[in-house]
């Protein structure tokens, strides 16, 4: 089955930095990679996705890049703040039933 | 809307005893997931439907049952609790077809002592 590993496990930045995480996958049939951020307390929840048709994808501060030779993925958060403090967590899939997820990075902005 | 609900927040058990975790969501969603979320090793499935009446194994579903009450409702049950069961568990839900949103409820936290 999908493996998804994921680094760093945590991540401290200053505020105004940027972050970047970055995962890999296993199965080269995976083509949908979304991103999910879990603040304490609460369910993970969607912050972007890319599919495999699409080598980079922006939303504002956040920007996902996918290399499908390398078989990884990286979340790009640019002038972070405290807010952005959570847990991120990226899945991979190639079926539309079930994601795969790695084991997540704690990210801390710190002032 | 409220979305994915869970219930209970929270749960003590003993083990040996039994309990059923609910979970219901409001928005016409054809799939519904249980994931467990363990420290360091992310979400991982335990079961999931794909449609009212349908339910697969995921990947860690062992000490587990589950029912697809309805299209809006999927339950997961515990009938021997084990203290390798102590965790936090998601209930999720999407539409079958598609690699869309997975929407997450609040979580139930377990402790099984």
């Known amino acids: 089955g999908e493996n998804v590993e994921q680094h760093p496990s945590t991540l401290s930045v200053q505020e105004g930095d940027s972050a970047v995480i970055k995962c890999t996958y296993s199965?080269?049939?995976?083509?949908?990679f979304p991103w999910y951020k879990q603040e304490l307390g609460k369910g993970p929840q969607l912050i972007i996705d890319?599919?495999?048709?699409?080598g980079e994808k922006k939303d504002q501060r956040i920007a996902v890049t996918l290399n499908k030779t390398a078989k990884h993925f990286s979340l790009h958060i640019t002038e972070t703040q405290p807010e952005d403090s959570a847990v991120y967590f990226c899945?991979?899939?190639?079926?539309?039933?079930?994601?795969?997820f790695g084991t997540g990075t704690r990210l801390q902005v710190t002032l | 809307n409220a979305g994915v609900t869970q219930t209970p927040k929270f749960q003590v058990l003993k083990t040996g005893q039994s309990m059923t975790l609910q979970c219901a969501q409001d928005?016409?969603?054809?799939?519904m997931y249980w994931y467990r979320q363990d420290p360091g090793m992310g979400l991982r499935l335990i079961y999931y439907?794909?449609?009212?009446?349908?339910?697969d194994k995921g990947e860690v579903p062992n000490g587990y049952n589950v029912s697809r009450l309805n299209k809006r409702e999927f339950s997961l049950r515990l009938e021997s609790a084990a203290p390798s069961q102590t965790s936090v568990y998601f209930c999720?839900?999407?539409?079958?077809?598609?690699?869309?949103?997975?929407?997450f409820g609040p979580g139930t936290r377990l402790l099984v002592l």
């Open positions: 928005m016409n969603h054809n799939s």
């Open positions: 999720a839900s999407t539409w079958t077809g598609k690699q869309e949103t997975q929407y």
């Open positions: 439907s794909a449609s009212e009446g349908t339910t």
């Open positions: 899945a991979a899939s190639k079926t539309a039933s079930k994601l795969t």
């Open positions: 890319i599919r495999s048709n699409v």
């Open positions: 199965d080269s049939a995976s083509n949908y």
